[in-house]
């Protein structure tokens, strides 16, 4: 059974650097195919999809985000990490991870997300 | 590259069939077979409902749910709508060493 649960902080001042970490469990990043996403939802609006890293470490951004971003994967903890910089107040929403499999392109399971608000 | 294009909103009476459409470009949705749903209700996380290139449903997904692809539009059909069914939906693409995600639409059983 696929688990994954997000967490980091709640509240962030505008300029700061978000890190998230999703810690999952029923699969390891170390096993062929396996791959874990990032994915945010600002309140009321569509997802936008962010990152994604792959058991043998090659990484996607989204490209409207690449220069804030970096995904990180512990495959020791069976944890990633997700580092977005310069954070303002349109960075708001809930984060989610999500796990995924190389080559192809579905989130089949997700943790329950986590919001963040940025504010000063 | 800009997200997939969803009907903002859709609705149909119980036991009625309606349909999404998600249109994309030759870029994304019509350059590859790695179209995928995700069905949300409020306050809760998406849930995959359809993927892949032959439009499969994860294990416990009612069958009322079906997808299909044509050029570089996609499409959910839900058949013999449900009370339940009242949710958001998305769409999903691969796009060239991305995701796309479409704008969602919220569906509303009558």
């Known amino acids: 059974q696929i688990t994954l649960k997000e967490s980091g902080p709640t509240l962030l001042k505008p300029t700061q650097t978000l890190t998230l970490t999703c810690t999952f469990s029923?699969?390891?990043?170390?096993?062929?195919?396996?791959?874990v996403g990032w994915i945010r939802q600002p309140p009321g609006k569509a997802l936008q999809w962010l990152a994604l890293i792959y058991w043998d470490g090659d990484k996607r951004f989204s490209p409207s985000l690449r220069s804030r971003l970096t995904i990180t994967k512990d495959t020791s903890k069976n944890q990633v990490v997700l580092a977005m910089t310069n954070m303002d107040s349109t960075d708001t929403g809930t984060y989610y991870c999500a796990h995924a499999k190389w080559n192809q392109n579905e989130f089949d399971y997700w943790g329950p997300g986590t919001l963040v608000t940025v504010s000063s | 590259q800009s997200a997939l294009t969803q009907p903002a909103s859709v609705s149909g009476s119980p036991g009625q069939s309606i349909t999404i459409s998600c249109t994309g470009t030759?870029?994304?949705?019509?350059?590859?077979?790695?179209v995928s749903w995700y069905q949300q209700h409020p306050g809760k996380a998406p849930k995959l409902i359809i993927y892949?290139?032959?439009?499969k449903r994860p294990s416990g997904v009612s069958n009322r749910f079906s997808g299909s692809k044509s050029g570089n539009t996609a499409s959910l059909t839900i058949s013999g709508l449900q009370a339940e069914d009242e949710a958001d939906y998305y769409c999903?693409?691969?796009?060239?060493?991305?995701?796309?995600f479409g704008g969602g639409t919220k569906l509303t059983v009558l």
């Open positions: 030759s870029s994304d949705i019509g350059s590859y077979d790695l």
């Open positions: 892949g290139d032959s439009n």
């Open positions: 029923g699969f390891s990043l170390s096993t062929d195919g396996m791959a």
């Open positions: 999903c693409s691969y796009a060239d060493s991305t995701t796309l």
